[in-house]
């Protein structure tokens, strides 16, 4: 599929905003449906405000080989979130707010900046919440010529009816595939319904993008990259989320696995997640990606010896599937 020009979804995006801004009226931009009305600035669950909260604008070197390529990833990360992790690692940001406020042509500056310094995508952290801030900012970098790709980089808890408005304005998107199970759910991040939630939207995602394309440097350029951080005691129900890739979505997904979790926050108060996972929970995790045919991916390094931001091996072949080589 041929990428909308910068002056074609400049236009995408003024056709969606007014749609886009009246889910904050009775808030439901994410799953919560808290009918919050943000434009008032009444807060939902995730403590949004109204205006974009930011925690840092950085060329990040630690993403996955194709998202921070040699130039880096040019990451915006968003303050508050709309998952209620114990164990988040982030969580100055995410729970506690950190961050400074930013309008939309601020933003859409920034997105310019990143470009301007050698990124290779405009990486959007924890961005839900915010989603029709987003969307009229990147219209203004649109309106300014943004070229590179835009990456979706969020915890898999979205609302397909938001996802739609951004459909041909987002070039890759990187879920967190994070539960199976909706017990774990409701007990670590306090959304019981999130597997289903989450699969619809990996579905809707998939629909929009397809599978992960590399261009010639093995940088992303487009597609779904889902990300699966392994728990301890198998809580993330790994196997399960491999079979829905492998048989609901593609046998090509693309999945960075990762080993990095450790116990933050308020990991400490459930004995299940007061630990790091094991060298053999980690083998598990890879041998049913392995059982179920995923073949396109990075493993993180073994939890051991595991600096949690960055994945510098990949141990998949490869990734790009026989077709496209
Ligand atoms: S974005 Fe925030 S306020 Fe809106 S529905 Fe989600 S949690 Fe509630």
Redesign the pocket.
Known sequence: MTRPSPIERARLVGERLDSAYKL?ER??????????N?LAGE????G?PHEVIVSSVSLHHGEEPPVSGLGGSGTIFFTHC?LKCVFCQNYPISHQGQGEPMTSDELAAAMLHLERLGAHNVNLVTP??YAPQILEALGRAFERGLEIPVLYNCGGYESVEMLELLDGLIDIYMPDMKYADAEAARKLSSAPDYPEVNRRAIREMHRQVGDLELDERAIAVRGLLVRHLVLPNNLAGTDAIMRFLAEEISPDTAISLMSQYFPQYHASRFPEIARRITADEYRAAQEAMERHGLRRGWYQNQPIDTDTHSIRRILARDTRPKERA
Do not use: K, Y
């Not at 807060?43 to 995730?46: D, E, I, N, V």
């Open positions: 904050l808030c439901t931009v994410c799953p919560r449906c808290c009918e919050a943000r807060r939902g669950r995730c949004a709309n839900t919440h």
